[in-house]
């Protein structure tokens, strides 16, 4: 079946630091792509989503860039703060499909 | 954005007993879905609830095991059936309002079954 992976599960960094997270996926009919945080105890939260007619999108000290050649996606967080410590999940859906996720990346930063 | 509460936000049960989760949005939407989170691990689809009719499945899911309700456009529930240790997860309810839409997540279901 269709499935969404990463390339490291752990990424550690200092406070102030930028961050990339890296995300592959393996459908290319795949048309919308989200990011997730999620802390200890608690839901998903989304952070930031982009669809296939674009290749980078920007939030609040967060980038996602989508490269439809090879099938990748990140997320750029600048200026790394503690409270960004979470696990990161990308997930993919297509023609509004449920959307299925990858296997996720802990950040850890510490000051 | 939606808002997704979730009911219980955690339970410990006994080996062959049934847990029915609740969830409810604060607007009316199209899709909503349930996953499942095992310790460690990312999230898998259990299956899509359609107001109205028998819920969609994922590959490895059925409904003998979970059934789904969705009375309404704002409300539907996740049973899980005689449960065995296996079945501790989070469970977690998803909505969005249209395909291809934000989808938000409720804070989950701590599940722990002895």
């Known amino acids: 079946g269709e499935s969404v992976g990463l390339h490291l599960p752990t990424l550690s960094v200092q406070e102030g630091d930028n961050s990339i997270i890296n995300c592959a996926y393996s459908?290319?009919?795949?048309?919308?792509f989200i990011w997730y945080k999620q802390e200890s105890g608690k839901g998903p939260q989304f952070i930031i989503d982009?669809?296939?007619?674009?290749d980078k999108r920007q939030g609040q000290r967060v980038t996602v860039l989508l490269n439809k050649t090879v099938k990748h996606l990140s997320l750029q967080i600048a200026a790394t703060q503690p409270g960004d410590s979470a696990v990161y999940f990308c997930?993919?859906?297509?023609?509004?499909?449920?959307?299925?996720f990858g296997k996720g990346t802990t950040l850890s930063v510490s000051s | 954005s939606a808002v997704i509460s979730q009911k219980p936000s955690r339970d410990i049960c006994q080996r062959g007993t049934s847990l029915t989760i609740q969830c409810q949005v604060d607007?009316?939407?199209?899709?909503m879905f349930w996953y499942r989170q095992q310790p460690g691990q990312s999230l898998t689809l259990i299956a899509t609830?359609?107001?109205?009719?028998?819920?969609?499945?994922e590959s490895g899911f059925v409904i003998d095991k979970f059934p789904i309700s969705r009375p309404n456009l704002t409300f539907s529930t996740l049973t899980v059936s005689n449960m065995s240790p296996e079945d501790s997860s989070i469970y977690l309810c998803?909505?969005?309002?249209?395909?291809?839409?934000?989808?938000?997540f409720g804070p989950g279901t701590r599940l722990t079954v002895l």
């Open positions: 459908n290319s009919a795949s048309d919308y």
């Open positions: 998803s909505a969005w309002d249209s395909p291809g839409d934000t989808q938000y």
């Open positions: 982009i669809r296939s007619n674009m």
């Open positions: 607007s009316q939407v199209t899709m």
């Open positions: 997930a993919e859906s297509w023609a509004g499909t449920a959307l299925i």
């Open positions: 609830a359609n107001q109205g009719s028998e819920a969609t499945y």
